[in-house]
């Protein structure tokens, strides 16, 4: 297959509407494309979005753009983007970028963070997404571990990065700023620049993307993409979520993270659908959907931090007859959340998995829609040998049995599939062994195929002689009406080593309270094994978060590791073994 030939082929499957006949499209072309050795070279920009879908759908839209504080509006079609694409390369070129430098990008959901990206796919530069709520301690991580040979930065940032410049005594080639700012070129200059730019010559294996990881077990990891894994491997992202050609779909995703380049960029670009991006200062839920009602959006995906909080409006006020798909990724979503949407407006939520390290490679595809186990992420893509394995790397082949979730290497390489942790051999080697990559996550499936996250392998919770999944203790809690978010991790204990502690934060309306707490502890004691309940709750206002909407597990772990050496009482803690009502004599 040519590369033309191979995307052709995923939009002409992702137009079938009988879900069966799709289903087993997808099954076929996947099953060719595992084993289909592709071309030395190849550039997506200039190949697949300039040489197809420009040539082919150039006054299509191609990006919708809105600022919720200020209501502004841009769009642009397939040619426009193209345009200010090579405008941005021509520039940096002309300051002596060229091939393999790096290009960081600290710049929130404006259309520039777009143009910026095609450029550096047309020009084979490595693209550094920079989350723009970094600190300056991260900014200089960033930069010690890998030094800026371009930077494109909005205004608010531009003296943190100057900062972290001269700490590091690095001097980049070009700085340009949305905005304006002294020693800086302003990003308007650029429209001077003409609108086409040669391709450069990039090889299959050339790493263009280069993500630090959200951190949320220790230090980020540079995970180092090719010009493959990503422009190819978010087929697999494509076909799970069922975007179609000429559709609007729209990601809740800041540009500093892997999500953005997978939903906001690749799924929707890879097939000729519109993408789309909401700005704002602080998520006005209420303005967000009215946003998504108002531009027709047909396929929507958000973290589940999001989907808890949409599920609490009245969503009868909203105009959602074009929603055709709901998406989830970035933690698994609770069973309950998924039955308030589909209640509220008839389409199911459908869970999937992957990494900053892979493509979408777990999931609910379409064709799962009325078949899918609320709670459940679905079963391996196509595109992936996904299995499951002990501590040892043996295969799990027995239902029901937590293991490591692995992607088995010797039957076929995963195009999705990372090429490095950039510049770190050992962290590198730690997860490809013996033919094998280890997610660093947890999972089991069920007698009948569905899979069920238990969570990342550094959270599961050792209590005495049992392990238990967070996902699945905190899935239990947010079923209780007065929950709307909860975290689980183990608290250090000296007879169990560790005590399953509950973070709790409450819907509008609810307080923490001694008699809550006893709620809690109840409703637990009816849904979950004895082993897996809750012996401490603690109410909080607010949980520790990456800006893609993870929790941040390993920061609790730390906190309560400090917390058993400080003295005085935790607010609003409550211990399982002070509730006389649930027959616990014992203390823990």
Same mark, same amino acid.
């Given at each position: ?13 992702? @137009? ?15 099953? +060719?494309?595992?084993? %289909? ?19 082919? =759908?150039?006054?299509? $839209? ?7 504080? %200020?209501?502004? *509006? ?32 600290? %710049? ?21 997404? !920079?989350a723009t709520s970094m600190t300056a301690r991260e900014i200089e991580f960033r930069f010690e571990s890998y030094k800026p040979d371009v930077i494109i930065a909005f205004e608010g940032l531009t003296q943190l990065v100057d900062d972290a410049l001269q700490k590091v005594k690095c001097t980049p080639k070009a700085k340009i700023v949305l905005g304006k700012k002294a020693g800086w070129v302003s990003y308007s200059v650029l429209d001077g620049e003409s609108a086409e730019a040669a391709p450069a010559d990039v090889g299959r294996d050339d790493v263009l993307f280069c993500f630090f990881t959200s951190g949320t077990t220790g230090l980020p990891k540079r995970v180092g993409h090719s010009a493959v894994s990503y422009p190819v491997g978010h087929l697999s992202t494509a076909v799970m979520q069922g975007l179609e050609p000429g559709n609007v779909h729209h990601n809740l995703s800041a540009p500093g993270w892997a999500k953005w380049a997978w939903s906001s960029f690749f799924a929707p670009l890879n097939v000729g659908a519109t993408a789309s991006g909401f700005a704002f200062t602080a998520l006005n839920i209420k303005k967000y959907i009215a946003a998504v009602a108002k531009y027709?959006?047909? #396929? ?36 309950? /959340?998924?039955?308030?949407? =589909?209640?509220?407006?008839? !389409? ?40 499951? !394995? ?6 799990? !082949? ?9 992607? =088995? ?17 050992? +962290?590198? =080697? ?37 392990? /238990?999944?967070?996902?699945? /203790? *905190? #899935?239990?809690? @947010? ?36 008699? $809550?707490?006893?709620? $809690? ?11 897996? @309940? ?5 109410? /909080?206002?607010?949980?520790?978060? %990456?800006?893609?909407? +993870? @929790?941040?597990?390993?920061? $609790?772990? *730390? ?13 609003? *803690? ?12 014992? +203390?823990?």
């Open positions: 297959m040519t590369m033309e030939a191979i995307y052709r082929e995923v939009m002409a499957i992702n @137009i079938i509407q009988d879900m069966q006949k799709r289903e087993a499209a997808a099954k076929s072309f996947f099953e +060719k494309l595992n084993h %289909t050795v592709l071309p030395e070279k190849f550039n997506w920009a200039a190949e697949i979005f300039e040489g197809m879908h420009v040539k082919e =759908r150039g006054d299509q $839209l191609g990006l919708i753009w809105t600022d919720l504080d %200020t209501d502004a *509006e841009r769009q642009f079609t397939y040619k426009e983007m193209a345009a200010n694409g090579n405008k941005f390369l021509n520039f940096v070129r002309k300051n002596g970028v060229q091939k393999g430098d790096n290009l960081y990008m600290l %710049t929130p959901i404006v259309p520039e963070t777009w143009f910026a990206t095609l450029a550096a796919l047309k020009g084979g530069l490595v693209t550094v997404p !920079t027709k959006v047909n #396929s929507f995906c958000a973290p589940p931090t999001a989907w808890r909080a949409f599920v609490g409006l009245d969503l009868s006020q909203y105009d959602l007859s074009a929603m055709k798909y709901s998406l989830s990724a970035g933690e698994p979503l609770n069973a309950e /959340v998924i039955d308030q949407w =589909r209640k509220a407006t008839g !389409t199911e939520i459908r869970d999937f998995y992957g990494q900053t390290e892979s493509t979408a490679m777990i999931g609910n595809p379409p064709w799962m829609e009325g078949k899918m186990r609320f709670g459940s992420f679905g079963y391996p893509a196509f595109m992936y040998d996904v299995i499951l !394995t002990d501590d040892e790397g043996q295969e799990i !082949t027995e239902p029901d049995q937590p293991g490591h979730i692995v992607i =088995r290497l010797s039957n076929w390489r995963a195009l999705g599939l990372f090429q490095e942790y950039i510049g770190d051999t050992e +962290k590198t =080697r730690n997860v490809f062994k013996n033919n094998l990559y280890f997610s660093g996550d947890k999972a089991a499936f069920d007698k009948d195929g569905y899979w069920w996250f238990v969570g990342r392998s550094d959270d599961v919770i050792k209590s005495s002689d049992f392990r /238990v999944g967070p996902f699945e /203790v *905190e #899935s239990a809690l @947010i079923e209780h009406p007065a929950v709307m978010e909860a975290a689980v991790v183990g608290s250090p204990d000296p007879q169990r080593y560790q005590l399953v502690k509950a973070f709790v934060i409450l819907t509008e309306g609810n307080k923490p309270s001694r008699e $809550l707490a006893l709620e $809690l502890f109840q409703h637990t004691i009816k849904v979950l094994a004895k082993f897996k @309940i809750p012996r401490i709750i603690e109410f /909080v206002d607010a949980l520790p978060k %990456t800006i893609s909407g +993870k @929790i941040r597990r390993v920061e $609790l772990r *730390e906190n309560e590791e400090k917390k058993k050496t400080a003295e005085g009482a935790v607010s609003h *803690e409550y211990f399982y073994h002070e509730f006389p009502e649930l027959g616990s004599k014992k +203390k823990k």
